[in-house]
């Protein structure tokens, strides 16, 4: 089974921090992708990435910047972070070959105070 | 009953009874359709797929019917437990030049009465 592991349930910050969101998946997936999930606006694609040191915006990539330094882990970061972005963040992973489901962590719940 | 899986509206349903859970998806393109199911505290899980070529896949206990000439996707859940509350969200995928685009639909709420 493959495994998305989200390094934190709950992170509470306070505005204007630099926040870390990290994510490590363990079957070798090239593409590896950060949400937001609101209610009732479903999941948004904010930045992917299909290989190590390449990265993609998605649909609402302000205020945001990611790393991928290796494979396995894709790091999203908050560069001064703000009300607005307390959400649920969710990563997920997806091989490159052929059309198959994404699987997902179990998600960080940010607070941003 | 039914629900549209645009909103988060709440299905309420007997326990034993069957779901329905309704997505309308927005791209003629798409080729391919997800079924995600999301409990409380969790990441998505997936439950089913289908590709664009077929109009109905099974698996166990849920059935996913694609109906492409509405662009209209349900997901079908046989003896409703009480295991299936969750948020049931449908998804799919654009493919483009270079690169697929995925969309995801909001959710349903399922809840279930005993």
């Known amino acids: 089974d493959v495994k998305v592991t989200q390094s934190s349930r709950y992170l509470v910050k306070r505005t204007g921090e630099k926040v870390f969101l990290e994510c490590v998946q363990d079957?070798?997936?090239?593409?590896m992708f950060w949400y937001r999930q609101d209610p009732g606006l479903g999941l948004r694609l904010i930045y992917f990435?299909?290989?190590?040191?390449?990265?993609e915006k998605g649909d609402i990539p302000e205020g945001y910047s990611v790393s991928r330094e290796k494979k396995e882990r894709f790091s999203l970061i908050l560069e001064s972070a703000s009300t607005n972005q307390t959400s649920m963040y969710l990563c997920?992973?997806?091989?490159?070959?052929?059309?198959?489901?994404?699987?997902f962590g179990d998600g960080t719940r940010l607070s941003i105070l | 009953g039914e629900s549209v899986g645009l909103h988060l509206p709440t299905l309420s349903v007997q326990e034993g009874d069957n779901s329905i859970i309704n997505c309308a998806y927005s791209?003629?393109?798409?080729?391919?359709f997800i079924w995600y199911k999301q409990e409380s505290g969790k990441g998505p899980q997936f439950i089913i797929d289908?590709?664009?070529?077929?109009d109905k896949r099974q698996g166990q206990r849920v059935t996913v019917l694609l109906n492409k000439t509405v662009k209209h996707l349900s997901l079908q859940i046989a003896a409703t437990q009480p295991g299936d509350s969750a948020v049931y969200f449908c998804?799919?995928?654009?493919?483009?030049?270079?690169?697929?685009?995925?969309?995801f639909g909001s959710g349903t709420r399922l809840s279930i009465r005993p």
């Open positions: 289908i590709r664009s070529n077929m």
């Open positions: 997920a992973s997806l091989p490159v070959q052929g059309i198959r489901p994404q699987h």
């Open positions: 791209n003629s393109a798409s080729d391919y």
């Open positions: 990435s299909y290989d190590v040191k390449m990265k």
């Open positions: 079957m070798d997936h090239e593409n």
């Open positions: 998804a799919e995928n654009i493919p483009g030049s270079s690169a697929s685009k995925i969309i």
